[in-house]
């Protein structure tokens, strides 16, 4: 039944298209309109599976933070442009892209939508339970936000 679970949110994640909303802490902060909303969310075995759609403007983006779990994302639409925190592009994800982030305070990343339509994610988010959706991160020294 747990591995059921975990397949059907993996398969809702990478399959459907969840716009995240504004529910959760942002970093450094989130831009205007950028929105979230949780669709699902269960605990299995100490860790939390929440299941997401986030949508980020035109020119916004998602603020520097990291997460303390694994997180996987699908475009559902638009084109989503990833930044670490040496300011350098690591990866320009378009609809039907599939992304991984890694867990931990060394994973500080920005996703910005650098095209003129919104960029929808379907996430899902394996985290220890009780932790918050991500952790905010300051600027690391990069030109843009």
């Not at 969840?18 to 699902?40: D, I, M, N």
């Not at 990291?66 to 990866?91: A, E, K, M, W």
């Not at 996703?111 to 996430?123: A, P, Q, S």
Request: charge should be negative; aromatic fraction near 6%; include cysteine.
């Amino acid at each position: 039944m747990r591995k059921n679970l975990l397949r059907l949110g993996v398969t809702m994640a990478a399959a459907v298209g969840l716009p995240l909303g504004a529910s959760s802490a942002f970093a450094t902060p989130a831009g205007p309109g950028v929105t979230g909303k949780v669709v699902s969310r269960t605990t299995i075995d100490g860790k939390d599976y929440i299941l997401r759609q986030i949508t980020i403007p035109p020119g916004q983006s998602t603020g520097w933070h990291y997460h303390d779990g694994t997180l996987y994302g699908f475009v559902q639409h638009g084109t989503l442009s990833h930044f670490d925190s040496d300011c350098r592009s690591d990866g320009v994800y378009h609809a039907g892209s599939g992304l991984t982030e890694p867990s931990g305070a060394g994973h500080v990343h920005i996703g910005r939508n650098l095209g003129r339509t919104d960029v929808v994610l379907d996430v899902l988010y394996v985290l220890p339970h009780g932790a918050p959706l991500s952790e905010d991160a300051p600027n690391p020294g990069c030109d843009f936000q």
